[in-house]
């Protein structure tokens, strides 16, 4: 099993920045990749990045020059955000998946409110 706490949502005004932190505990050993998901009001949660253990990132086209995921070696995944728009706007979840059981672990999400 693996822990996720999500830390680092709040309400800034467009054109703001905020940092998403994730801490992961328990079977850390087992995780291969880490990500952000976000859901907004009546939409799907989708993928906004993704980092691997070796550090290969990927963004959705809506984030790219603005958001960076990055992580540290005690397993803490962050999402630095800056030029928050409206729709930003979401539930961010964090995401990791782990080779042992091929599982998929989620945190419980944090709020991100961006003002126009």
């Known amino acids: 099993q693996v822990q996720l706490v999500e830390s680092g949502g709040g309400l800034v005004q467009a054109g703001g920045s905020l940092r998403l932190s994730c801490a992961a505990s328990?079977?850390?050993?087992?995780?291969?990749?880490m990500a952000w998901y976000r859901q907004g009001p009546a939409k799907q949660r989708a993928l906004v990045a993704s980092?691997?253990?070796?550090?290969?990132t990927n963004y959705k086209d809506s984030v790219k020059g603005r958001f960076t995921i990055s992580r540290d070696n005690a397993n803490t995944v962050y999402l630095q955000m800056n030029s928050l728009k409206p729709e930003d706007t979401a539930v961010y979840y964090c995401?990791?998946?782990?080779?042992?059981?091929?599982?998929?672990?989620w945190g419980q999400g944090t709020q991100v409110t961006i003002s126009s």
């Open positions: 980092i691997t253990n070796f550090g290969i």
């Open positions: 995401y990791a998946h782990t080779v042992r059981g091929d599982s998929d672990f």
């Open positions: 328990g079977r850390i050993d087992s995780i291969n990749v």
